[in-house]
Every structure is written in structure tokens, then in C-alpha cells.
């Protein structure tokens, strides 16, 4: 099993560096790292008074680990989860921030474990997490899996400036997608042309 340091070593990896797309509502980001987290957490890099897009730049890859360890795991307590569920919860923590949990939570209440969707795990909802574990073992983290694909399709399809990170301009599997189905066993991943007809009514 992976421990939580190589876990946030590989987010990190797939975030990449520096990039401050327009259409992404985070802003300014360095390996995964937003701007908004920056500021939150009061990390003024260049110690000019403010945090702005020059001290998203300086931000470090160990340091942006080290953020990721701290704030998206411990922080969150995705540590109590299941060892096998804790690296694609983490990674969509990171990506999407306390919505990673609300999806857990709402994926509870169809394993007939309803809970608060609050996008925080307290004991409530990691004792369920555990009790639907102990049934469903692995099929918990496919299912985790195919909920975080659906609420990618689900901010696509609302928002045609988000759909290329859905979608490449190939007609592919976007860099979202593939996240999420870098958690999932193969035969739950989605074919080609699974992909294009989920797809094939955004423009």
C-alpha cells in the first residue's frame, strides 16, 4: 500500500506546474496548489504583503506535498478511511476540494447508509464508509470511481467552458475523466465509444 507522502507525490504529478487558465474558476495554480489555498492559508512566498500569481509561482513542489499531506488529508481526516479508498478520495479532495466527501456521503445513502451530505467526515460518516466497506470491500472504491466520473460529466454538461477538461479536442477521454478512472478496476472504466455517446450532445 502506498503511504499518504507517495499518494500527494503522485497528485502532484498528475496537477503538473504552473497554469492560469481563465476558464478554470481555482486561477492561478502550481502543482495543484490554487491561488485561493495560498491565500488561505496565508502563504505570501515572495513576503511582499499580499499573495498573488508570483507567489503561486514560487511555490515549491515539496512544499505544495507537504500542503496536500497537511490540509487535504490529515486535515479532512481521510485518514480514517479504508487504506484501499484513501488515494481517490485525497486526489479528488485536491481536485475538488470538501465536494470529494459530499460525493462519499451521497454514495452512502445508496448503500442504504444515508448520512448528513456535508462534505465533512465526521464519526457518523466514517463509521458507515467502514460498514459499507466491510460489505462491499474493493467494489466501494469502483463505485467511488464511477460517482466522481458523473460529477465531472455533471459540471460538463452545465458548463460547455469546462468541458475540456472533460473532453480532448481529439474527441477523447479528457484528463478528468481519466482521473477518475485511474482509480477504477478496467472493466469499469468507460470504452471509446461509451465515451462519445456520453459526450455526443455537448457541441
Known amino acids: 500500500m502506498q503511504t499518504v507522502q507517495q ?13 492560469n487558465d481563465p476558464d478554470d474558476p481555482g486561477g492561478a495554480t502550481n502543482f ?8 488561505r492559508l496565508g502563504i505570501d512566498l515572495d513576503r511582499d504583503g499580499d499573495v498573488d500569481a508570483r507567489d503561486v509561482r514560487l511555490l515549491t513542489r515539496d ?11 490529515l486535515w479532512p481526516r ?6 484501499v479508498l484513501q488515494p481517490s478520495v485525497f486526489d479528488m479532495y485536491v481536485n475538488a476540494g470538501a465536494n470529494a466527501v459530499k460525493i462519499l456521503q451521497r454514495l ?13 467526515l465526521g464519526p457518523q460518516s466514517i463509521a458507515a464508509v467502514k460498514r459499507v466497506f466491510a460489505k462491499a470491500g474493493r467494489y466501494l472504491v469502483d463505485a467511488y ?5 458523473n460529477y465531472y460529466f455533471r459540471i460538463a454538461d452545465r458548463r460547455p467552458a469546462s468541458r475540456k477538461y472533460a473532453r480532448t479536442r481529439a474527441g477523447g477521454k479528457g484528463g478528468w ?5 485511474e482509480f477504477m478496476q478496467p472493466q469499469y472504466r468507460l470504452s471509446g465509444a461509451q465515451f462519445r455517446a456520453r459526450v455526443s450532445k455537448w457541441s
Do not use: K, N, S, W
Not at 7 to 19: C, F, L, M, P, S
Not at 63 to 73: D, K, L, T
Open 108 to 120: 452512502l445513502g445508496e448503500f442504504q447508509e444515508p448520512v448528513t451530505v456535508d462534505g465533512a
Open 145 to 149: 470511481g464511477i460517482a466522481r466520473r
Open 32 to 39: 495543484g496548489v490554487t491561488i485561493h489555498t495560498m491565500r
Open 63 to 73: 512544499r505544495a506535498v507537504g500542503i496536500f499531506v497537511e490540509h487535504y488529508f
Open 7 to 19: 499518494i500527494a507525490e503522485a497528485i502532484v504529478g498528475r496537477e503538473g506546474g504552473y497554469v
Open 78 to 83: 481521510l485518514d480514517e478511511l479504508p487504506e
Open 177 to 181: 475523466i481519466r482521473r477518475a478512472e
